[in-house]
């Protein structure tokens, strides 16, 4: 299995995905805890935007993209909710819905169209990803990693007034929700780059999920999403390699089968449990 490692298009592929899903699986524990699950689909959906705009104008393909997703990422940080009868995930996928009709019409207009540039849009081509790129990407994840080591406790404890439903005592602007929605958005429109939108989600979603299942621990959720996020890395990019199949739908269906057995492990804990009590 080992032997992967010495073809040249699996370790340049490996490290794009274990950089992103580290970052990710970790960024996705606040996501899942403060219930926007569809925040990563927004703003994935947002950076696509921007690459079929800069697409179909023929220029800015990098700075187009950051635009629309620190722009998304601002909108999104000053919503707040005061009427109980909506919720915030319902702003967002209306957000989501929006900018994905917009992104399907711009390449329908956009030369060279079809169903390549939208394949690449949703599952990225991280086998394709350069040097330059790959060195990118480990910076700007080392920096928005760095950042929320120093100030932890601070987008933890935000975290946990969403999980405690106490979200409502913030005001309409916090500078760390502020930071957290600049640092989920410039992680995901390079993140969506190198993966596509759909292995994005993937890591930001099923990893933390599979962990919360696993222990109750808040340490522990972190370090088992993150691992999960590695494993599921390794063995997509293998099963992609050993079976032709495409990288980004790989490591998006061994998450998923990792996502299932952690479930089974619950199910039957909780069987356990019963009968023990």
């Known amino acids: 299995m080992f032997e992967l490692f010495h073809q040249p298009l699996f370790f340049p592929a490996l490290k794009a995905a274990i950089i992103s899903g580290i970052l990710l699986s970790y960024l996705g524990v606040h996501v899942v805890g ?83 540039m939208m394949q690449e849009v949703l599952f990225g081509s991280i086998f394709s990803i350069t040097p330059d790129m790959l060195k990118l990407l480990a910076i700007i994840f080392g920096c928005v ?69 696993l222990t109750k621990n808040r340490y522990l959720v972190i370090v088992f999403a993150i691992l999960i996020s590695i494993l599921g890395s390794y063995f997509g990019l293998t099963l992609s390699l050993k079976r032709d199949f495409t990288g980004g739908p790989s490591i998006v269906a061994v998450l998923s089968g990792i996502f299932i057995l952690s479930a089974i492990y619950k199910f039957i804990r909780s069987l356990v449990v019963k009968k023990a009590a």
């Open 34 to 116: 403060r219930g926007i699950v569809f925040v990563d689909l927004a703003l994935g959906q947002i950076s696509s935007l921007g690459v079929a705009f800069a697409a179909f104008i023929g220029s800015g393909m990098t700075s187009i993209p950051l635009i629309f997703t620190l722009a998304g990422a601002i909108l999104m940080s000053f919503i707040s909710i005061r009427d109980k009868r909506l919720k915030q995930e319902a702003i967002i996928g209306i957000l989501y819905a929006f900018t994905s009709a917009l992104t399907v019409m711009l390449i329908s207009k956009t030369p060279n169209n079809d169903a390549d």
């Open 145 to 213: 990693a760095l950042v929320h080591i120093v100030f932890f406790k601070k987008f933890y404890s935000l975290t946990e007034s969403f999980e405690n439903e106490e979200n409502h005592l913030i005001g309409i602007f916090n500078i760390w929700n502020f930071l957290f929605y600049i640092s989920i958005g410039l992680s995901i429109v390079f993140a969506v780059k190198a993966n596509g939108v759909i292995p994005v989600f993937s890591f930001l979603i099923i990893p933390a999920v599979s962990a919360i299942m």
